[in-house]
């Protein structure tokens, strides 16, 4: 009897242990449960209308192990207050209590290993959560416009996704674990609350817009990361330091734009590129190191920078965007490296402090304080041009359409024989250009509209010697207010020459060549003082010193000058001699010897040359040759001599040293000739 009863318990024991049930079933708090199709779990699966605002999830309901909260299973329960999640679930899926905004009390169970999107999307009365260690992943938008100030993280967790704290805007903290490798896209975005935060040395990569529109202060980006997602960093107006570790390579488009509290930016040696609007917008920026790896500055990498002083950019770019220093207006200067070969329109619009752009490939100094957005192009790509007294480079090749549009402030231009063509509307509206300087030997064929509204009617046109005829007759080139040959300076293998213009010369921007005039005459020594000077008036006798060769000289202002004792002639002129109280001499080298030598009676001094009159009663004896001084300290070889014969040669064979001795044969250095200290070099 005994055991039968024994066997009737244990057969009831059995049923109520296995007994397991199908399909979906609701418990007393109002949660429904699905069983799935193995014969030992369940998942959570939706509520009934009479839900309890306190739920725990059990770990087994009827027979089966609860292992997931089912997508939407709790979706806008606006009523519930507190949730538990039991061990046995594994996962969280996807919107389980998306705009459950009572909601203040969560309880994750240490077993879950996944928090999939939208999974408490706008609990808006949630302020903290502690993810559990067993958690690996949190999906995208998971916990996205809660109310959370603090956030625990598990030590497992290798990957946040987009959106995960998307406008959390009560948090003012974060840990990221160590495990986390990806940072993703929009993970902290608008959290305007968060002041400051850690990134473990485990994170690789910044998604695009992380931390944009935080209330960040600072930011140490540890040496893992290699990738600054686009905007990673944007709009963070409290932020007032970043260090940026050599480990970056890229740094993505408008990543630190709206960064307004930024002043100072050190760019590591590793980046290759800087996207576009990196920087737009960081007001109080003052200082950027852009270093040499990189190659390329992005469309308005720092546009309206209104701080930013000074930037040098290094040899190794090769690009520039469009407008990628627009309305910088407390920027001042930039040097453009060689190596740049494109730089975009409007590069720098609105850059109304910048007095100079230094081009390196011709040296050339842009006089920019306008708009500063002419634009040409070389070798198909573009080159800056300032806005003012403007010498395009001579690699450029074409002049765009509407390079110089409404430069009001363009006064000059000088366009070298390189360009081959010049786009529509190029100089259009540029009320204030009085000359354009040009390098071809047949003119250049343009539109109508190149030079329209510039009253250019008014300005000179300044062409290559012996080709005013032809430009004359050319469309648009003849409707010029005047048309003025440019003198070319040819120099012979001597190094130096006299020379006379019909117009005013411009030196001042010339490093191969230089000008002088003769200020001054020491009978003493049969010397004459040669100053230099920059601006020479027209029909001035000038002596000109440079390398061989030839060179076009700019116009210039034609100031005037004293005290010269050259006389330029303007046509062939015939001189002798002696003409009433003066000796006339004509630069010339006689024996290895150059100097002023009187000229021979009849003599034709060409024209464009110079000649140096000299009282007779004031040379002294026995004079045949005139000494040049430079005061400059420049040199034709012999800074002083005693006057020499018409042979080139000294009067006196005996030349002594400092000591009185007698030395037959001088080497280089000071002695005495004819009573005078020469030297000899």
């Given amino acids: 009897m005994k055991r039968h009863l024994f066997t009737i318990v244990l057969s009831l024991f059995s049923l109520l242990t296995f007994a397991q049930f199908s ?19 369940c998942y959570v699966s939706g509520h009934e209308d009479n839900y309890s605002a306190t739920i725990e999830i059990p770990e087994e309901f009827e027979g089966r192990s609860v292992t997931s909260i089912g997508g939407s299973a709790f979706n806008n329960c606006s009523s519930l207050t507190t949730i538990t999640i ?15 905004n009572s909601l203040t009390s969560v309880t994750i169970g240490n077993n879950v290993t996944s928090i999939e999107n939208h999974a408490f999307w706008n609990c808006s009365s949630l302020t903290s959560i502690t993810i559990p260690n067993s958690v690996t992943s949190i999906e995208d938008w998971a916990f996205a416009f809660c109310s959370l100030t603090s956030v625990t993280i598990g030590n497992n967790v290798t990957s946040i996704g987009r959106g995960a704290f998307y406008y959390c805007s009560g948090l003012t903290s974060v840990t990221i674990p160590n495990s986390v490798t990806t940072i993703g896209e929009e993970v902290f975005f608008g959290c305007s609350g968060l002041t400051a935060i850690t990134i473990p040395n485990s994170v690789t990569t910044i998604g695009d817009r992380a931390f944009a529109y935080c209330s960040l202060t600072s930011v140490t980006i540890p040496n893992s990361v290699t990738s600054i997602g686009d905007a990673a960093f944007a709009a963070c107006s409290g932020l007032t330091s970043i260090t940026i570790p050599n480990s970056v390579t890229n740094i993505g488009d408008v990543a630190f734009s709206g960064c307004s509290g930024l002043t100072s930016i050190t760019i590591p040696n590793s980046v290759a590129s800087i996207g576009d609007g990196a920087f737009w917008g960081c007001s109080g920026l003052t200082s950027v190191t852009i270093p040499n790896s990189v190659t390329s500055i992005g469309k308005r990498t720092f546009a309206e920078c209104s701080s930013l002083t000074s930037v040098t950019i290094p040899n190794s770019v090769t690009s520039v965007g469009d407008r990628a220093f627009e309305e910088c207006s407390s920027l001042t200067s930039i040097s453009i490296p060689n190596s740049v070969t494109s730089i975009g329109d409007s590069a720098f619009d609105g850059c109304n402090g ?13 006089d920019s304080r306008n708009n500063c957005n002419a634009i040409v192009e070389t070798a198909s790509n573009k080159l800056i041009a300032g806005c003012q007294n403007t010498v395009i480079p001579n690699s450029v090749t074409s002049i765009e359409n509407h390079a110089f549009y409404g430069c009001s402030r363009l006064t000059s231009v000088t366009i070298p024989s390189s360009v081959t063509s010049i786009g529509d509307y190029a100089f259009y509206n540029c009320r204030g250009l009085t000359s354009v300087t040009v390098d071809w030997e047949t003119p250049l064929e343009i539109d109508g509209s190149v030079f329209a509204s510039s009253y250019y009617g008014n300005a000179t046109l300044y062409v290559p010697k012996g080709t005013k005829a032809l430009y004359e007759a050319a469309d648009v080139w003849k409707d010029f207010g005047d048309i003025v ?15 006379c213009s019909t117009q005013a010369l411009d030196f001042s921007d010339l490093d191969n060549i230089k000008a002088y005039i003769v200020s001054a005459f020491k009978p003493s020594t049969g010397e004459v003082t040669l100053t230099r000077i920059t601006d020479v008036p027209a029909n001035t006798g000038i002596v000109v010193k440079g390398a061989a060769g030839t060179y076009t000289i700019p116009m210039g202002p034609g100031e005037t000058i004293v005290a010269n004792m050259l006389r330029g002639v303007t046509t062939n002129t015939v001189l002798n001699k002696v003409e009433g109280d003066y000796t006339n001499y004509v630069l010339a080298k006689k024996n290895g010897n150059l100097g002023f030598y009187a000229v021979v009676d009849g003599s034709t001094l060409s024209a464009g040359k110079a000649y140096l009159p000299l009282p007779t009663a004031s040379l002294p004896s026995g004079a045949r040759s005139i000494k040049l001084v430079f005061e400059d300290g420049g040199t034709t070889g012999i800074s002083e001599a005693s006057p020499l014969n018409d042979n080139g040669e000294m009067i006196n064979d005996n030349v002594y040293d400092l000591q009185g001795r007698l030395v037959e044969k001088p080497t280089r250095g000071l002695y005495i000739v004819n009573g005078r200290k020469v030297v000899i070099k």
């Fill in 485 to 499: 040959e440019m003198d070319e300076i040819t120099i012979g293998d001597e190094g130096i020459r006299t020379y």
């Fill in 86 to 100: 039991p061990y046995s679930v594994t996962s969280i899926g996807y919107d389980a209590f998306a705009d459950c």
């Fill in 354 to 366: 910048l007095t100079s752009i230094n081009v390196d490939p011709d040296n050339s100094t842009y």
């Fill in 23 to 41: 399909g979906t079933v609701t418990d007393s708090q109002g949660v429904k449960y699905t069983a799935n199709d193995d014969e030992s779990t």
